[in-house]
């Protein structure tokens, strides 16, 4: 049986008001993207646009993505993918209004999220999306319930009038364990999914440190 002070603690949780003030995160960000050589140059030398990604599996839903502040996880990817033809594109990001899933309120948005993905499926009489391993013995990397709900996140804030969101932000764990029994993993990273590309200030070739100097 519940007792009374069970009650108010419920209570008081579900009037939590989320304060806007502080939603925007104050800087601008270093984003790194792999991708193939071909797109490489049409981007940097050609100043085309980036092309956004829509694949129903991606982590943060459909836009263009960066991992943050990593050139070498960049690197990585894009080198395993594609072999000597792998490039990395610099980016300097402003987030701007960024669905954040660091940030605690935006958890309760993405569970708003689930809760009208889950109600349509049930009305149209389909399937709800799930994520799977794609192969991997240690991780979940093909996230189309993930993509999903964030995708009917921004359909909801599209169909309600509400502020769309400019960007997506989030802290994955991937990879095996760095040493036994750590719960911190090697490949472990934050990736942001950019939508509004207006976000991208500008797009760069990185360059190694001259070790002649010490990094400012």
Wanted: proline share 3%.
């Amino acid at each position: 049986m519940e007792t009374q002070k069970n009650k108010s603690v419920r209570v008081e949780c579900v009037n939590i008001s989320f304060n806007k003030m502080y939603s925007k995160i104050p800087a601008y960000i270093f984003g790194f993207h792999g991708c193939h050589e071909s797109v490489y140059k049409r981007v940097i030398y050609d100043n085309k646009p980036m092309i956004k990604s829509t694949n129903n599996y991606d982590w943060l839903g459909h836009g263009i993505y960066f991992w943050e502040n990593s050139y070498e996880r960049a690197a990585e990817w894009a080198y395993s993918r594609y072999g000597k033809d792998g490039k990395v594109i610099g980016a300097f990001i402003d987030l701007g209004y960024c669905l954040d899933l660091t940030d605690y309120e935006c958890i309760h948005t993405i569970k708003r999220g689930y809760d009208i993905l889950v109600d349509l499926c049930k009305a149209l009489n389909l399937d709800i999306p799930k994520n799977k391993s794609g192969g991997s013995k240690t991780d979940i990397l093909v996230r189309n319930l993930d993509c999903a709900v964030i995708q009917q996140v921004h359909e909801n804030n599209n169909i309600s009038g509400l502020k769309e969101y400019d960007s997506v932000r989030g802290m994955f764990t991937e990879g095996k364990e760095i040493f036994p029994g750590s719960e911190i993993k090697e490949k472990t990273h934050v990736q942001v999914c950019i939508i509004n590309p207006n976000c991208i200030k500008g797009l760069f070739v990185p360059k190694e440190a001259d070790l002649k100097y010490d990094l400012p």
